[in-house]
Nanobody, 124 residues
Framework: QVQLVESGGGLVQPGGSLRLSCASSGRTFSNYAMGWFRQAPEKEREFVAAINWSGGITSYADSVKGRFTISRDNAKNTVYLQMNSLKPEDTADYYC?????????????????WGQGTQVTVSS
């Protein structure tokens, strides 16, 4: 019922910036909590950032706090992840996720809709 499509990944040099987008379709977007997760090769999927339905409350992993910014445009049914000061350890496949909820969600176990992922590589 809900489809998520990520875009914006690619190759970037250390210290550079990248903006990921996640477009949602199928059901109403405004009442969905949204999150970004990432998974490096041979590593478990980890939390990156989350945003509540209205966009007024956000949460970030300590590893990205101060460098990444999550935002959403409910009119466009899209959530964004602005990534600045990128480091090689940020290299991973990035996934967006959603779940109908009026509260912010950070646990991957509570998200029910997932995108296909977009690859981010930070390298010289």
């Amino acid at each position: 019922q809900v489809q998520l499509v990520e875009s914006g990944g690619g190759l970037v040099q250390p210290g550079g910036s990248l903006r990921l987008s996640c477009a949602s379709s199928g059901r109403t977007f405004s009442n969905y909590a949204m999150g970004w997760f990432r998974q490096a090769p041979e590593k478990e999927r980890e939390f990156v950032a989350a945003i509540n339905w209205s966009g007024g409350i956000t949460s970030y992993a300590d590893s990205v706090k101060g460098r990444f910014t999550i935002s959403r445009d409910n009119a466009k049914n899209t959530v964004y992840l602005q990534m600045n000061s990128l480091k090689p350890e940020d290299t991973a496949d990035y996934y967006c996720a959603s779940r109908w909820s009026v509260v912010l969600i950070t646990s991957p176990k509570q998200y029910v809709n997932w995108g296909q992922g977009t690859q981010v590589t930070v390298s010289s």
